[in-house]
């Protein structure tokens, strides 16, 4: 996780007004990890960082992204990408078009990074975790809990010591 924690810390230079949107299904276990970050994130980072729960239909915060005028925009997402569970990658939506990534979304994400290009001068990336277990259920893998305690707590270093 050092090398994406480098990517994360490069992506964010100059960041000025920052969404993070946490994506995920609460009842599927480790599709929820996105939200989960988000909201160990809320009420400790900086007014310039809108922090948005969006679960299953990231689509549906399109306006309220696109109101924000952001400068950076960070999706976070569970994605079966072949890895060890637990193992994060920053990944660049240009990469979503040819890359087969499994999602539990109604729209793919390559269609909503698509309309965020299109509407907002921000960078966008996809923030990527692999899933242990994706059944239904409402406890997150201990393997997925732990990476998501550490993006929140390097998130935080990034956004609050900017």
Do not use: Y
Not at 9 to 32: C, H, K, L, T, Y
Not at 39 to 64: Q, S, Y
Not at 115 to 135: R, S
């Amino acid at each position: 996780m050092v090398i994406v924690e480098r990517e994360l810390r490069e992506w964010f230079s100059n960041a000025q007004r920052v969404v993070i949107a946490g994506i995920g299904n609460p009842i599927r276990m480790d599709d929820f990890v996105g939200v989960k970050i988000v909201r160990e994130l809320r009420g400790k980072v900086p007014a310039n960082v809108h922090l948005i729960e969006c679960e299953t239909v990231p689509e549906g915060f399109a306006h309220e992204i696109v109101e924000f005028n952001p400068t950076h925009i960070l999706l976070i997402d569970a994605a079966a990408l072949g890895m060890e569970g637990g193992q994060v990658t920053l990944f660049p939506p240009e990469k979503l078009a040819s890359f087969s990534v499994v999602s539990s979304h109604m729209l793919p994400l390559r269609i909503f990074c698509d309309f965020l290009k299109e509407n907002t001068k921000a960078k966008i990336a996809l923030l990527l975790v692999q899933p242990e277990k994706v059944g239904f259920g409402e406890s997150m893998s201990r393997v997925v809990e732990a990476s998501a305690k550490r993006i929140v707590a390097f998130l935080l270093k990034i956004l609050v010591h900017q």
